[in-house]
């Protein structure tokens, strides 16, 4: 029905700079909130960063002031920029959007694949 792509991973020096894209597919939707998630090797899922519909942004404390996640309505998709990585910032980075499904009352949550992120020293 509806899916995500994911993209922009990659291996990257400390103190670089990557930029991570996420676009909705399928079935036509209003969105609403959108959040990135992030999973290092041995860890819990984290929380990274939110953008509402009215497009508010929130950050973890361990990213404010060097990710910004920023959404383009018009092309359904969600961007997480991030400068000044650290090795510490390796993960696997998930994006995750909450949709309606036009022309229903279907809410769902919808996840994607998942990239790889490593910023090595």
């Known amino acids: 029905q509806v899916h995500l792509v994911e993209s922009g991973g990659g291996e990257v020096q400390a103190g670089g700079s990557l930029r991570l894209s996420c676009a909705v597919a399928g079935k036509p939707v209003t969105i609403n909130g959108i959040a990135w998630h992030r999973q290092a090797p041995g860890k819990s899922r984290e929380l990274v960063a939110t953008?509402?519909?009215?497009?508010?942004?929130n950050y973890a404390d361990s990213v404010k002031g060097r990710f910004t996640i920023s959404r383009d309505n018009a092309e359904n998709t969600v961007y997480l920029q991030m400068d000044s990585l650290k090795p510490e910032d390796t993960a696997v980075y998930y994006c995750?959007?909450?949709?309606?499904?036009?022309?229903?009352?279907?809410?769902?949550?919808?996840w994607g694949q998942g990239t790889l992120v490593t910023v090595s020293s």
């Open positions: 953008i509402s519909g009215g497009s508010v942004a």
């Open positions: 995750d959007f909450n949709v309606v499904i036009r022309g229903t009352s279907n809410v769902l949550d919808v």
